[in-house]
């Protein structure tokens, strides 16, 4: 059913000190590692779907650090390096002097049999938007999308590869995207431009892109589509509503407006008077909510789909999934309304598993018994639904935060310690329409002044699965 055809394990394990290497090959799974991750004065740690694993007893030094850059290719602008003629990535962390002191060492692979699930909807000609938590395996249904379009279906596709992700390091594409060509990206903030160029200068048919993240880049592929040229690509976020409370990208499904409705228009909706509509036609006709590796969740008609949640009502969605048999399921459905929704029927609420980092556990118990919901609290970040922390310990970056990201667990933060700035958090994660509407008024605020998503008391990065008030 799932394929994989390469992973290049022993390229990546090479490039690794001898006494970090070794461990690993005696790891009886080592074909299911995620990365390595080395970071000076800590203990070298592997990590695979289910685990952690101390390499070494040994502390990382500078001279293992040094080991490994010695040995990959260069790193970019976006901290990004990789090995010659594979799929892996190594991404640095520096001190302030800009001199190496972390890495994470990720494990590429090429896989087979992911894109089965969508294949008529690439094969329609369509545009379509990929979404999903990292990790999840977006680039490793892109890479077998742009073989797909230009191996079975003879398109001129053109991958623009920013961080060497999709095609592998090196000059030569990696064959995982078959005869697709690949236009690699010198800086992540010229993406946009590249995209542009892609179409000016090479006649593509099909452009494939991950990680639209910026408003030039989703400007860039709205200038794309309106030329007839079919688009597939990634963005930030996880869900279609996480798209359209972002302002950078919101553009990507037509763009959200506030409008003004008169006495008479109102009453008729039974809306108030001011409301959030679509503001242009999406520049992506399908959304493709990636679930896991074996099943996603569709919104067909993205124009509907928005004009349903803006109107408080639940899109219809087709969630699909492969059996084991590599047989292709479908099944009709209607996405939950996650905000300023109206549902008779509600599935039953998830108790949630906090974790907190730097929050008053007390005083948030506190809030919990008077807002009358069961909140678990657990010590074990590997179990936790939420990640609670405080605007000044997030700041700081510590380990905890970038292990949570690292995991893909949601990150909510805090102002303050104050009661006030909870109840508001638990006003997100238990939405009641009072909260739903204040959402919805700061919303409105926020697209009618475009300040940005740093402004006022919301601060929501859907790109890297962050909320904060």
């Not at 452009?207 to 007839?228: S, V």
Request: charged share 30%; glycine share 6%.
């Amino acid at each position: 059913m799932r394929i994989v055809i390469t992973d290049d394990l022993a390229a990546l394990l090479d490039i690794l000190p001898p006494h970090i290497r070794e461990p690993l090959y005696q790891q009886p799974d080592r074909s299911e590692l995620l990365e390595v991750v080395l970071d000076l004065g800590r203990l070298p740690e592997a990590r695979f779907p289910h685990r952690e694993l101390v390499l070494n007893s040994q502390e990382v030094t500078q001279a293992d650090i040094d080991y490994v850059v010695a040995r990959i290719g260069e790193f970019t602008g976006d901290n990004r390096a990789g090995i010659n003629h594979t799929l892996h990535r190594i991404s640095a962390i520096r001190n302030r002097h800009g001199e190496i002191i972390g890495l994470t060492c990720r494990v590429g692979r090429a896989v087979f049999g992911t894109v089965k699930m969508i294949q008529d909807l690439i094969e329609s000609g369509k545009n379509v938007l990929l979404l999903g938590r990292p990790g999840i395996g977006k680039t490793t249904m892109l890479r077998e999308v742009a073989r797909v379009l230009a191996d079975d279906f003879k398109k001129r596709v053109i991958v623009i590869d920013t961080s060497n992700e999709i095609a592998g390091d090196g000059d030569i594409p990696h064959p995982a995207i078959g005869h697709a060509r690949r236009m690699q990206v010198a800086t992540p903030a010229e993406q946009h431009a590249v995209m542009i160029e892609a179409v000016e200068n090479h006649m593509p048919e099909v452009i494939i892109i991950d990680e639209i993240g910026t408003e030039l880049e989703a400007r860039a592929a709205r200038t794309i589509a309106e030329r007839g040229v079919q688009l597939v690509g990634t963005a930030h976020g996880n869900t279609l509503e996480n798209l359209i409370m972002n302002p950078t990208l919101c553009d990507l499904i037509g763009g959200i407006q506030s409008v003004t409705l008169g006495d008479e228009e109102a009453k008729r909706r039974h809306t108030q008077k001011s409301i959030l509509e679509r503001k242009a036609p999406p520049t992506f006709d399908v959304v493709v909510e990636i679930v896991d590796y074996y099943k996603v969740n569709i919104h067909p008609n993205v124009a509907e789909s928005v004009d349903a949640l803006l109107s408080g009502r639940a899109p219809k969605t087709e969630l699909r999934w492969m059996e084991e048999d590599g047989e292709v399921k479908k099944e009709a459905t209607t996405s939950p309304v996650t905000w300023e929704g109206k549902e008779e029927e509600k599935p039953p609420e998830k108790t949630l598993r906090f974790y907190l980092f730097g929050v008053n556990r007390s005083r948030l118990e506190q809030v919990v018994r008077e807002w009358r919901k069961d909140l678990k609290f657990v010590t074990d970040i590997r179990q936790a639904d939420i990640f609670l922390t405080t605007r000044t310990y997030y700041r700081r970056k510590a380990q905890k935060i970038r292990d949570a990201e690292a995991l893909g667990i949601p990150i909510y933060v805090l102002k303050s310690n104050n009661p006030s700035q909870m109840r508001q958090c638990l006003d997100a994660l238990y939405p009641r329409s009072e909260a739903q509407s204040a959402y919805v008024r700061h919303l409105q605020r926020l697209l009618a002044g475009r300040r940005g998503s740093n402004s006022g008391n919301w601060n929501l990065q859907t790109g890297s699965t962050k909320m904060s008030r």
